[in-house]
T-cell receptor
Framework: NAGVTQTPKFRVLKTGQSMTLLCAQD?????MYWYRQDPGMGLRLIHYSVGEGTTAKGEVPDGYNVSRLNKREFSLRLESAAPSQTSVYFC?????????????FGPGTRLTVT | DAKTTQPNSMESNEEEPVHLPCNHS???????IHWYRQLPSQGPEYVIH???SNVNNRMASLAIAEDRKSSTLILHRATLRDAAVYYC???????????????FGKGTLLTVNP
């Protein structure tokens, strides 16, 4: 049981390049989330999904597209990367039945845009 | 949305209790209080949550003031592994969609001295 995994772990992009971050969970969770964390800051929600085939905007959605590929996988795409998107990106998932409302987080992807 | 206020940083000595405060004076009657922590270079992890009554689990205790305007996360015997950023988060339970989301602030950086 790997929990929440994210690929890649690190990436350096040039301004204008595109890339896709992939998140996968093996806990059969319905809800999945993408956050970003800038230095010295808390996490900010980018987009989330409450089930297969659904996505919704979070607090800071501009410049990002997401896709809930299936129940396990949730991708985050940067079509034209900008230096302001330099950040650590975290994926999380949650079970709808969880009384604790516990979100399980992946290890993060550290992205630098030059 | 109701907000939380936490000290930027706190220090503790190993094997001593730690009391991490959180003010949430504008909390509404149906808001849950959640605590997460983030160890260095890792994603956040769930610690504990509560609504009105004090709560205990294997990681910590949560003491909630009678008027619910503040709460305290208690680590009974701090270890070096407890050095992390601790986030106090209010989870709203209205029907407007925010029930799915957690809003992370900057949290409290806890340093544990050997």
């Amino acid at each position: 049981n790997a929990g929440v995994t994210q690929t890649p772990k690190f990436r350096v992009l040039k301004t204008g390049q595109s890339m896709t971050l992939l998140c996968a969970q093996d806990m059969n969770h319905e809800y999945m989330y993408w956050y970003r964390q800038d230095p010295g800051m808390g996490l900010r929600l980018i987009h989330y999904s409450v089930g297969e085939g659904t996505t919704a905007k979070g607090e800071v959605p501009d410049g990002y597209n997401v896709s809930r590929l299936n129940k396990r996988e949730f991708s985050l795409r940067l079509e034209s990367a900008a230096p302001s998107q330099t950040s650590v990106y975290f994926c999380a998932s949650r079970n709808t039945d969880s009384l604790s409302y516990e979100q399980y987080f992946g290890p993060g992807t550290r992205l630098t845009v030059t | 949305d109701a907000k939380t206020t936490q000290p930027n940083s706190m220090e503790s000595n190993e094997e001593e209790p730690v009391h991490l405060p959180c003010n949430h004076s504008t909390i509404s009657g149906t808001d849950y209080i959640h605590w997460y922590r983030q160890l260095p270079s890792q994603g956040p992890e769930y610690v504990i949550h509560g609504l009105t009554s004090n709560v205990n689990n294997r990681m910590a205790s949560l003491a909630i003031a009678e008027d619910r305007k503040s709460s305290t996360l208690i680590l009974h015997r701090a270890t070096l592994r407890d050095a992390a950023v601790y986030y106090c988060i209010l989870r709203h339970t209205n029907s407007g969609g925010s029930n799915y989301k957690l809003t992370f602030g900057k949290g409290t950086l806890l340093t544990v001295n050997p």
